[in-house]
């Protein structure tokens, strides 16, 4: 993973303690709430509905042990012991009191962390596929781009007052498990018929309350053009993208509003000057040196071995372990999502817990992922039961990753001041209706997303199963939407109709996944039956109860 140089480390020490004496002024009453806004939204500090909110970057989503074991401690220690997984791959503390963020800053500057660019109207943190470097299927380990686009974007004088927040994410693999699709500015790497490596550029996708799918402005961008083309898409935006609306600021927005041909035309003539001018040439021996810090482990000569398939030990394998690049090797997915729980939380307990088993079995590094989970990347397929016994230990061998249980979920009007209505205490519902291990095996891959208002924090606009949370003159409702799909094949999800009261919801979602595990043909998910019968059925037995109570 990227390590820290020295002008890395010396500017986020020099950040921290510019915050210190911003802080100590807002607490002096030198700065009201206003003024002290901006400051605060650039190092990552909300205030939310009880509280200050921190978000700390975890670019790419990746981590080593030292650093979970800070995450630990600042949980411990300055929150109420926990911490949040986010859709961005970052993690969040909901209780910081103000006086102590200087210090948790300073904390994380440590372990080579920090909240910079974690909100505002900046290009925010860069995340990648959670199986990056591992994953059979990959062409090219994305995170060194990843790298390479923080680097560049970070602070970047020109994109540091864009007209929104703006959200980049990069994949090297055949299927898209970083929602590409669904980010203002995304990168595929892909190769040519020649057998060459380069990019795909994907722009103006989004969910929010106006969900988009991106488009291609760029089909094979060469790899030492890619931060000059990368510049092409951000001036086009910056330069075009409306500062007079807050809901139309998006680049989804301009993307759309130009049409694909003369998006990429603006785009390609940008490119075209950028070139001309002779700059933004990433060199190979800089790609070279960057590549270096992603070197994968010295894999052992290993055979693939028979995995477990019997007891909690083969439930857990048979969800939460994926193939890996390597013979002998597997990925494994930890849970965040037990039966009850809160989706994405993890306890400083926890997060020790896991640092020491890193330490312990020689993991270097370990994964979030935007499903608000953490997944070890390398894992021996012989060391498989030792490491699902220690996460059994932790509480983090829920054997459901995929599966209906896996829920995506924001923290809603538990914790948010934007928020319409709960969604934790839906999700946990949700989950424990289905909590049974057979019952979501037999159902299979179902993708439940939730968010607790049109901002799509849980990204329900792209769940197989979408819900979302609206206010009704002071009622909680939940709005079903069917079909989402964040993958290569990206849909955005059909409205069902009128919304569901907070007691009718559970049951309307268990009406639809009964109705698809009685109509279903061989081999189909969810999603495979939604596009062939639509939504007619699985509407009409939604709402039975409701239209038998109406008479």
Known sequence: MYRYDEFDAAFVRERTEQFRYQVERRLKGELNEDQFKPFRLMNGLYLQLHAYMLRVAVPYGTLSAPQLKMLAHIARKYDKGYGHITTRQNIQYNWPKLKDVPDILADLATVEMHAIQTSGNCIRNVTADHFAGAAADEIEDPRPVAEIVRQWSSLHPEFAFLPRKFKVAVSGAAHDRAALKFHDLAIEIVKNDEGRIGYRILVGGGMGRTPYIG??????????????????????????????????????????????????????????????????????????????????????????????????????????????????????????????????????????GVAQLMDDFGYAEIRTSHEQNLVLPHVKQSDLPAVFARLKALGLATPNAGLITD?????????????????????????????????????????????????????????????????????????????????????????????????????????????????????????????????????????????????
């Open 215 to 352: 488009y291609a402005v760029g089909d094979f961008v060469e790899k030492p053009d890619l931060l000059a083309f990368l510049e092409a898409v951000l001036r086009v935006y910056n330069e075009n993208g409306r500062r007079d609306n807050i809901y139309k600021a998006r680049i989804k927005v301009l993307a759309q509003s130009l049409g694909q041909t003369e998006m990429r035309e603006r785009v390609v003539r940008e490119f075209i000057e950028i070139k001309r001018a002779g700059t933004l040439q990433v060199p190979q021996e800089e790609r070279a040196r960057i590549e270096a810090y992603f070197a994968p482990p010295a894999f052992e000569a290993l055979n693939d071995a028979p995995l477990p398939t019997e007891g909690a030990l083969g439930q857990w394998v048979a969800s939460n372990v994926h193939k890996h690049r390597a013979p002998g090797y597997a990925i494994a997915t930890l849970s965040l999502k037990p039966i009850g729980g809160v989706p994405g939380d993890i306890s400083h307990e926890q997060l020790d």
């Open 407 to 551: 829920i995506i979920c924001c923290p809603g009007l538990d914790y948010c001041d934007l928020a319409n209505a709960r969604s934790i205490p839906i999700a946990q519902k949700i989950a424990e209706r289905f909590a049974d291990l057979e019952r979501q095996h037999a159902i299979g891959e179902l993708k439940i997303k939730m968010s607790g208002c049109i901002n799509a924090c849980g990204h329900h606009h792209t769940g197989h199963i979408g819900i979302l949370g609206v206010d009704k003159k002071g009622v909680e409702f939940y709005q079903l939407q069917l079909g989402g799909s964040a993958t290569e094949d990206a849909a955005i999800g059909e409205i069902m109709g009128p919304g569901f009261g907070e007691n009718e919801i559970v049951y309307a979602v268990e009406r639809v996944v009964d109705l698809y595990v009685k109509l279903r043909q061989p081999g189909e998910r969810f999603l495979d039956t939604y596009r062939r019968l639509g939504m007619e059925p699985f509407k009409n037995i939604a709402y039975q109860e409701q239209l038998h109570a109406a008479h």
